[in-house]
């Protein structure tokens, strides 16, 4: 990885690293952190940033001592928050020649595979006119069941979004330890991970600030998503100067997880199935359609359909299982639930068409990740 293969660069910064220890905005840490985007953006690299921040930045102007824990007190601050952060991101950027956007989205653009790919065109369309799009969680309408969860998980779908060549997580720690640092004083910094092992699982403690929302858990998710797309990703500690270029140099002090060879590298609507699409049933199929799959990398036939759960339309994703219960994989359906069962009870004898495509469907075995939603 260096300067010459790295163009596209995805960043995400924490709320701990935007912010005062009083919660608000923090000038000083901003301009450090645009200041260092705009080196990459003058080095001619193309930069988006996924920011953190505007709870944190607007809790105090509604009023509230602390950080609030209500949904609507959240959503509130988030809503003057929002503002403020992009008003400073704007005039810094701007003071240095580059323009800025912001991006507002909710898990259900990024569910619905056409918003999916409205947010995919327009950020391209940014990146490739040299403008520097900010993302974030738009928390004045979501509802929790509806959130990505933290910013690390939405930075590594924005990352296969829009084809990144390199993920970099900056947060309050300085990348993963094999140990808790805070509670050994002999752990070590890891500075390459090839795969993500149960063994990185367990290191992967719950660390961060009582300010952000995202522990090293979340990161390790985060970073499962990237390699799956076949971005590598770097993890870093926010504030060390020169840490983004030095992070595309390959140069850094964090810790790198790189794509393994014969790691998977999920197209578009691969990653859509994956991870964002959310399932509107279950499909459990037979031994023969669980090796057609699995084995032969074959179409999934109605002939192998053994029952069929929820209510769901043609070209829905849903969740396939296997006769003992455990989920093979996520796919595009090409009948109804009703015309699937169907199809099933007279054995399919007419059925011409896969209920399945092979290449509407992902397997477990092909992501690090668990496929969930």
């Known amino acids: 990885m260096s300067l010459d293969t790295v163009k596209r660069v995805v960043i995400k910064i924490g709320s701990s690293s935007l912010t005062s220890r009083h919660g608000e905005i923090s000038r000083r840490k901003l ?62 950027f701007l003071s240095h020649g580059y323009v800025t956007s912001q991006i507002l989205i909710t898990r259900n653009d990024f569910s619905d595979e056409a918003r999916y790919n409205n947010v995919r065109n327009t950020t391209s369309i940014l990146l490739e006119r040299g403008i520097v799009p900010i993302v974030n969680e738009n928390d004045t309408v979501t509802v929790d069941r509806l959130k990505f969860g933290d910013n690390d998980t939405l930075s590594a779908k924005v990352a296969g979004l829009v084809n990144a ?17 805070h509670n050994n004083q002999d752990a070590k910094l890891l500075r390459t991970v090839d795969k ?9 403690g719950g660390s ?23 971005i590598p990703t770097f993890l870093g500690k926010a504030g060390v100067s020169n840490i983004l270029d030095d992070a595309v140099q390959n140069k850094a002090k964090g810790t790198y997880f790189t794509c393994a060879e014969g790691a998977p590298n999920l197209n578009h609507k691969e990653q859509w199935i994956a991870f964002n699409s959310g399932p509107e049933g279950e499909i459990t199929v037979d031994e023969q359609g ?81 496929i969930k939603i």
């Open 31 to 92: 301009e450090k952190l645009v200041d260092q985007v705009v080196q990459l953006k003058d080095q001619g690299h193309e930069v988006l940033l996924v920011s953190s921040g505007a709870v944190a930045a607007g809790y105090r102007k509604l009023g509230c001592l602390e950080r609030p824990s209500s949904l609507p007190e959240k959503q509130a601050a988030a809503s003057i928050g929002q503002g403020l952060l992009m008003e400073a991101y704007s005039e810094l």
């Open 165 to 181: 060549d390199l993920l970099i997580i900056l947060s309050d720690i300085d990348g993963l330890y094999d140990d808790n640092p």
């Open 208 to 230: 961060g600030s009582s300010v952000g929302t995202g522990g090293m858990k979340s990161k390790i998710e985060a970073v499962k998503i990237a390699n799956a797309s076949g």
């Open 196 to 204: 993500i092992t149960p063994e990185i699982e367990a290191a992967a």
């Open 290 to 370: 669980k090796k057609e799959i699995l084995e032969n990398s074959e179409s999934l036939l109605p002939t192998h359909v053994y029952s069929v759960e929820g209510t769901f339309q043609s070209k829905s994703v849903v969740r396939i299982n296997d006769l003992s219960g455990e989920a093979i994989g996520l796919g595009i359906v090409n009948y109804s639930s009703e015309d699937l069962t169907l199809c099933r009870d007279l054995e399919a004898l007419e059925a011409k068409e896969a209920a399945v495509k092979f290449e509407d469907l992902v397997c477990h075995k092909e992501v690090i990740t668990p």
